[in-house]
């Protein structure tokens, strides 16, 4: 099939590099010249393990292609999957500029047949949307011009793998023509038995938003049930432990920390209980979600302020700035916000990420990054790690703890042994847990 790409961000790039993959002709469209230049030379604009290698494959066997001309990229095409973003207004809204704009290039370019995919996440309704502006744009031809919704549900650091092994493919249409088109584009991954769900369009647009809700609203729950295991004296990994069990909660999203960001959840919480408020229903329980969140992030800080009674003049090191590890995305990521709340308060915050370090100094250049955790730690009245980075549960503690000015360790991702930091000698404060013989700092 001959498919079109229109944004090149995370999910837009993972989804060219992919169908090109799985033996798809592809172009990658952005309005971003810079960016198209930058794959054009072969090189992916961020970090996201698998990316490179496969477009270094889809370059080299002539499957894959980038420009930023429409005319150039859409003529021809069997499918034009809209990947553009869709960004939180101050409302909480999500800001659909974005998807009008790549529609009106779209159907200007439009010479014969092809479904225009919504894979970006928008609002239930935005289908309609997207057909009205077509027949605006190109009346002549808007009866060969089908819209369909197939929502991803990718997770940054695996988004290769969820893409070329899913649980699941959404597809929603409501043309017989537009299913056929999506159901051969797939067909390489559903021939090794990869379901495929097909829906109404409208259906397919509220179930993304309603999964992220869902998984944010999990990772909130076990955050809030933390929050009483330390005023009981209860065991939150054992909590929640006794809650995997059960086969109706499962025990995926139910490690308690400083909370979820990225770029998905946030926005889409916030975005989906725009979406209930403007089908006139009441939703409180999301905006309790991301309150519940926010607070995740202040426990934490006022873990550091207890342990060091003052932050001023205190030097708090930062270990893991993405939002989750194999990443570089900083978006709406705990550890800025951590790091933002510490320096109002007069503490200097240094910081290592593995991956993150560049994006993370664009946003907040105030910290004092370093190139190794250690050299990081140097002086630091606490550490905290706030990203569970492989690289991080292989620490040697001892030689941290000698760089160390205090020895308090806030353990924002609940990944080290109480009873084995406590014997180090360090003051450990975790998430949720009881720690063996603590004391202050």
């Given amino acids: 099939m001959r498919i079109a790409v229109v944004g090149t961000g995370h999910v837009g790039l993972i989804s060219c590099v992919t169908f090109a993959h799985i033996g798809h002709e592809v172009v990658g469209i952005d309005a971003n010249g810079a960016k198209i230049e930058t794959l054009r030379a072969g090189r992916s604009p961020f970090f996201e393990p698998g990316v490179q290698e496969l477009l270094d494959e889809g370059i080299a066997n002539g499957r894959l292609r980038f420009t930023s001309d429409y005319s150039e990229g ?15 207004r101050a409302s ?75 649980e699941r493919i959404l597809v929603g249409a409501d043309d017989p023509s537009a299913f056929e088109t999506l159901r051969r584009i797939y067909e390489p991954l559903t021939s090794k038995g990869i379901p495929l769900i097909e829906t109404d369009i409208a259906t397919a647009e509220i179930s993304k938003h309603a999964c992220n809700a869902f998984l944010s609203m999990k990772i909130s729950f076990i955050n809030a049930v933390a929050r009483m295991c330390e005023r009981s004296g209860a065991d939150i990994g054992s909590v929640a432990e006794v809650m995997g069990t ?8 139910l490690g308690a920390g400083i909370g979820y960001g990225g770029f998905c959840f946030p926005k889409d919480v916030d975005a989906f209980e725009r979406v209930a408020h403007s089908l006139s229903y009441s939703f409180p ?41 194999n990443t570089d995305d900083v978006r709406f990521a705990p550890a800025l916000a951590l790091a933002d709340r510490l320096l109002g308060e007069g503490a200097t915050v240094s910081a290592f990420d593995p991956a993150a370090v560049e994006e993370a100094r664009r946003e907040q250049p105030r910290i004092e990054y370093a190139d190794d955790p250690y050299a990081a730690a140097t002086d630091a009245h606490v550490v905290v790690l706030c990203t569970e980075w492989a690289e991080f549960k292989e620490l040697d503690l001892d030689k941290l703890k000698s760089v160390m000015r205090y020895p308090v360790f806030v353990d924002g991702r609940n990944v080290f042994d109480p009873g084995d930091m406590t014997r180090r000698g360090f003051t450990y404060l975790s998430m949720g847990r009881p720690t063996p013989g603590a004391r202050g700092a």
């Fill in 74 to 88: 859409i003529p021809g095409v069997d499918a034009a999957f809209i990947c553009v973003g869709t960004p939180p």
């Fill in 246 to 253: 059960d086969s109706r909660i499962g025990s995926s999203f």
């Fill in 92 to 166: 909480g809204e999500a800001s659909l500029v974005a998807v009008e704009r790549a529609t009106r290039e779209m159907a200007a370019c439009v010479n014969g047949p092809i479904v225009l995919v919504e894979k970006s996440t928008v609002p239930a309704g935005t289908h309609d949307r997207v057909t009205r502006t077509v027949a605006h744009e190109r009346p002549e031809i808007a009866d060969q011009i089908r819209v369909a919704s197939n929502p991803e549900f990718l997770r940054e650091g695996r988004a290769v793998q969820d893409t070329l092994t899913p």
């Fill in 285 to 325: 329980l999301l905006r309790e979600i991301a309150r519940i969140n926010d607070e995740a992030i202040e426990a934490a800080f006022l873990k550091i302020r207890d342990a060091l009674w003052n932050l001023d003049d205190k030097r708090v090191c930062l270990l893991g700035l993405a939002f989750k590890p």
